[in-house]
C-alpha cells in the first residue's frame, strides 16, 4: 500500500504543476505596464532625433551656401544676391527642399554703405522645425580684407523667416548671432 500511495502522491504532485504552467493575469499587467512606461520614456526622445535629422539638412544647405558665398566673393569682390548668380558659378541650386525653403542676399563694398557681406536663411516649411541663418562679412585686417562667418540656429522651433536682424555685424570682427538666434559649430 505505501508504493500505491506514493505512486498517487506523485502522480497528483505531477497534475498539480501541470496546472500551473502559463503566466496569470497580473504577471502579464505587470509586463504591459512595464513595457507601455519605457515606451512613454523613448518615444518623445525618438520623435526628437527625427527632427534632428531632417534639421541637419538645413545645417549642411547653409553652411555650404554660405561658404559659396565666399568663394564668390573671392573670385567676383561681391556676393551673389540671387541663386541664379550663384548657380552659375557653383552648378544648379534648390531653393526649396521638403523640409526647407532657402534664400540668400548679397551687398557689395559701398552698395549699402556698410561693409560687404553675404546671407543665407533657411525657413522651415513645419513648425517642429528650427530655422538657420548664416552671414559672411568682408572684414578689413591691416591691408588685406578677410571673410569670417557664423552660423546660427533658431531657439526654438517655429516657421520663422531669418532675416539680418539674426546678426550682429561688428565692424573689424566676425558677425554674431542674436535674438532668438544662437550660433553653432
Known amino acids: 500500500m505505501k508504493s ?3 505512486t498517487k502522491l ?3 504532485i505531477l497534475n498539480k504543476k501541470n496546472g500551473e504552467k502559463g503566466f496569470t493575469l497580473i504577471e502579464l499587467l505587470v509586463v504591459i505596464i512595464i513595457i507601455g512606461i519605457l515606451a512613454a520614456i523613448a518615444l518623445p526622445s525618438f520623435l526628437n532625433q527625427a527632427a ?9 544647405s547653409v553652411g555650404s551656401l554660405i561658404k559659396a558665398q565666399e568663394a564668390y566673393y573671392l573670385e567676383k569682390q561681391s556676393y551673389a544676391n540671387a541663386f541664379t548668380t550663384l548657380g552659375q558659378e557653383q552648378g544648379t541650386i534648390k531653393t526649396e527642399t521638403e523640409n526647407y525653403t532657402y534664400a540668400i542676399s548679397g ?3 559701398g552698395t549699402t554703405g556698410t561693409a560687404a557681406f553675404g ?5 522651415p516649411r513645419e513648425p517642429s522645425l528650427k530655422a538657420y ?5 568682408l572684414v578689413a585686417s591691416g591691408a588685406t ?7 546660427c540656429e533658431a531657439i526654438s522651433a517655429g516657421i520663422v523667416t531669418p532675416g539680418l536682424g539674426a546678426f550682429t555685424q561688428v565692424t573689424g570682427s ?3 548671432c542674436t535674438g532668438s538666434f544662437t550660433g553653432i559649430q
Open 145 to 151: 580684407n578677410n571673410t569670417l562667418s557664423v552660423l
Open 174 to 176: 566676425a558677425p554674431v
Open 119 to 123: 546671407f543665407v536663411a533657411a525657413t
Open 133 to 137: 541663418a548664416a552671414l559672411s562679412q
Open 52 to 60: 534632428k535629422a531632417r534639421q541637419s539638412e538645413a545645417k549642411t
Open 107 to 109: 551687398a557689395s563694398r
Open 4 to 6: 500505491e500511495f506514493k
Open 10 to 12: 506523485i502522480q497528483h
